[in-house]
């Protein structure tokens, strides 16, 4: 199996780095954004096999992101895992309506991450 | 028969004796001479008794025509008395006319005791009415008070002021033409046409105060008629309070999205530290210089979490005004000069210089020393971190006598603040977005010297700037 990509996409440095860190030792190829719109562009362009964005960033925020992903046919098919430290103050519909698979709320396993990609993603442990 | 008719009657009367009598006479006249003087003695004794008749009722008809005006005098002197009773002739009568005069007197009487009680109560009544007025009067919250016809009957300065309209309106004025606010109408009426007469409804309604959304808890209850209810459950009328529910609200929503920045803020270091910390329990870091990166950012998450936690209890001590605040006469000159010996050492690893104007500390103000140290090192490092490798670092104070106040002033040539971000500058856990990625920060520093010059010291803060070339940062305070 060819070696999937996914985009991380976090204004805290820290956190990117963790993630990223944490998907590559999985094996992953990972790209990187500090903000929404930046995401938005790698995503267009690289198409990834899956996105981890912050709920709250610059620019477009997680939420926005992900709806403007599923805008167009070549980058709705991309799930999509947020992490936040704001869960409760998402509607229900907000995540379905994004395409969201995942919420993950900070502070957050490493491990726990790594599951629910590989559960997204389809990839048994 | 009228009294005055009564003498003709008896004059007609012996008259009528006399011809009959006269007729009868004639007849004995002519037949027997011997009975003429019988006659004769006969008819004058009549008269006679009929002239004594005729006095006799002319002064009874007087004595009851006295008795009469007397009693229409007493009557309309308000104190009727007893009849005299000295002629037998008129005994019964006057006894009659005595023992409805007794009655009438006792009639009187009750009548002015029933009066003056009513008068009692009637003053009672306008003094408990006077003291119910007084006391709506004096409620901050707005209360109005409808009669069974929906008119109004009493409201309050704060009803006027939240439901616009004049309190000088007439009294039992329909209340649908006092109030322009429909919902308020509606909700009088409906409460009063429900006749729950020990019932309560509360109502949350919105509306626009002088073009301000306001929301009131409107609290309706009727007002039970003591008089009517036996026979019928309609109220004497409905009670209306109104209490401005804007600020509660305010301080509700402005306290949860404190609470959820807090949440916020304190879990963005935290996920840091149990990532990073899950990592080297994990053995992600695989090489001595990766275990050192995540010992050091694990090392300053910690140290953010703590500041955080610093800032968010003073500015909440503050707020609530727990926390103690030791004012004495210090000089603002002395206190920033500490504050710069602890912030030159990190501006020198940055190369910035840092250029004092600061005379001697002559002027003092009234001010908490380690508060107003607080306010200037925060306001300091802001202007050290935003200030890009080889910046420039003005630090004054200014005294202006005339306006007896003293001026510390921070100037930076660094990254500067857009226009539109500068009115939130000052706001809990606000960031300039486009700065973010240059240094780390909780959003509470300036908050916190907002809070301590403002709020504790009664001073003013205040900011200029323009992206890309700089800012100053700065507060006042009163001299002593």
């Known amino acids: 199996?060819?070696?999937?990509?996914?985009?991380?996409?976090?204004?805290?440095?820290?956190?990117?780095?963790?993630?990223?860190?944490?998907?590559?030792?999985?094996?992953?190829?990972?790209?990187?954004?500090?903000?929404?719109?930046?995401?938005?562009?790698?995503?267009?362009?690289?198409?990834?096999?899956?996105?981890?964005?912050?709920?709250?960033?610059?620019?477009?925020?997680?939420?926005?992101?992900?709806?403007?992903?599923?805008?167009?046919?070549?980058?709705?098919?991309?799930?999509?895992?947020?992490l936040t430290a704001r869960g409760y103050n998402l509607e229900p519909g907000d995540t379905?309506?994004?395409?969201?698979?995942?919420?993950?709320?900070?502070?957050?396993?490493?491990?726990?991450?790594?599951?629910?990609?590989?559960?997204?993603?389809?990839?048994?442990? | 028969m009228k009294v005055r008719s009564f003498p003709i009657f008896i004059v007609c009367l012996l008259m009528a004796g006399l011809a009959s009598t006269a007729s009868s006479a004639g007849v004995v006249w002519r037949s027997h001479p011997d009975a003429q003087a019988m006659i004769v003695a006969g008819v004058v004794l009549f008269m006679l008794a009929a002239v004594a008749g005729l006095l006799a009722v002319t002064v009874l008809r007087s004595n009851c025509r006295d008795a009469a005006k007397r009693l229409v005098d007493q009557i309309a002197d308000g104190a009727v008395e007893r009849i005299p009773v000295k002629q037998s002739e008129i005994r019964p009568l006057a006894n009659a006319i005595?023992?409805?005069?007794?009655?009438?007197?006792?009639?009187?009487?009750?009548?002015?005791?029933?009066?003056?009680?009513?008068?009692?109560?009637?003053?009672?009544?306008?003094?408990?009415?006077?003291?119910?007025e007084a006391i709506i009067k004096s409620i901050s919250d707005a209360v109005l008070v409808?009669?069974?016809?929906?008119?109004?009957?009493?409201?309050?300065?704060?009803?006027?002021?939240?439901?616009?309209?004049?309190?000088?309106?007439?009294?039992?004025?329909?209340?649908?033409?006092?109030?322009?606010?429909?919902?308020?109408?509606?909700?009088?009426?409906?409460?009063?046409?429900?006749?729950?007469?020990?019932?309560?409804?509360?109502?949350?309604?919105?509306?626009?105060?002088?073009?301000?959304?306001?929301?009131?808890k409107v609290t309706l209850s009727c007002v039970a008629d003591e008089a009517r209810s036996a026979e019928s459950n309609e109220p004497a009328g409905v009670v209306c309070v109104l209490h401005d529910m804007t600020r509660e609200k305010e301080?509700?929503?402005?306290?949860?999205?404190?609470v959820s920045?807090?949440?916020?803020?304190?879990?963005?270091?935290?996920?840091?530290?149990?990532?990073?910390?899950?990592?080297?329990v994990d053995g992600e870091a695989t090489d001595e210089k990766t275990r050192r990166d995540f010992y050091e950012i694990i090392q300053s998450e910690s140290n953010r979490l703590g500041r955080l936690i610093d800032n968010i209890l003073s500015i909440s001590r503050i707020e609530s005004g727990l926390v103690k605040v030791n004012k004495q006469p210090i000089s603002l000159s002395v206190v920033m000069k500490d504050a710069i010996e602890v912030i030159a050492p990190q501006a020198k690893t940055k190369n910035i210089s840092i250029e004092e104007r600061v005379p001697p500390a002559f002027y003092q103000t009234l001010a908490d020393r380690d508060m107003l140290y607080q306010a200037l090192l925060n306001l300091m490092s802001n202007s050290v971190k935003y200030t890009p490798e080889g910046g420039r670092l003005i630090i004054e104070t200014v005294v202006d006598e005339s306006a007896k106040k003293v001026v510390a002033k921070i100037t930076d040539n660094g990254v500067g603040i857009p226009a539109k971000d500068l009115p939130m500058l000052f706001g809990k856990f606000f960031r300039v977005e486009s700065n973010n990625k240059m240094?780390?920060?909780t959003g509470l520093g300036l908050s916190l010297v907002k809070h301590i010059v403002e709020g504790v010291h009664q001073g003013r803060v205040f900011v200029t700037s323009e992206e890309g070339k700089g800012s100053t940062f700065g507060f006042e305070l009163p001299l002593v």
């Open chain 2, 251 to 258: 301080i509700a929503q402005m306290k949860n999205d404190f």
């Open chain 2, 261 to 280: 920045h807090v949440s916020h803020e304190l879990r963005t270091p935290l996920a840091s530290i149990r990532a990073y910390v899950e990592m080297l």
């Open chain 2, 146 to 216: 409808t009669d069974r016809f929906d008119e109004l009957v009493l409201a309050n300065e704060s009803a006027a002021k939240a439901l616009q309209f004049k309190t000088e309106q007439p009294r039992r004025t329909p209340v649908d033409q006092v109030l322009s606010d429909a919902k308020v109408v509606d909700l009088i009426r409906e409460m009063r046409q429900s006749g729950s007469i020990n019932g309560r409804r509360v109502v949350e309604h919105t509306t626009a105060v002088s073009g301000v959304d306001r929301t009131y």
């Open chain 2, 98 to 132: 005595n023992d409805l005069v007794d009655y009438s007197n006792q009639k009187v009487a009750d009548a002015n005791l029933r009066f003056k009680e009513l008068e009692i109560q009637l003053k009672v009544a306008h003094a408990e009415r006077q003291h119910a």
């Open chain 1, 96 to 125: 379905e309506q994004s395409g969201i698979n995942q919420l993950i709320s900070k502070p957050f396993s490493p491990r726990q991450l790594l599951t629910a990609v590989n559960d997204v993603l389809g990839i048994a442990a």
């Open chain 2, 439 to 441: 240094a780390s920060g």
């Open chain 1, 1 to 82: 199996m060819s070696q999937r990509t996914i985009l991380v996409a976090d204004d805290e440095s820290h956190i990117l780095n963790v993630v990223s860190l944490k998907l590559r030792n999985a094996g992953f190829k990972v790209l990187t954004a500090n903000n929404g719109q930046e995401a938005y562009d790698i995503a267009t362009a690289e198409h990834p096999d899956l996105l981890i964005t912050d709920f709250h960033m610059p620019q477009l925020s997680g939420i926005e992101l992900c709806k403007k992903l599923k805008e167009s046919a070549a980058t709705a098919g991309i799930p999509a895992i947020m």
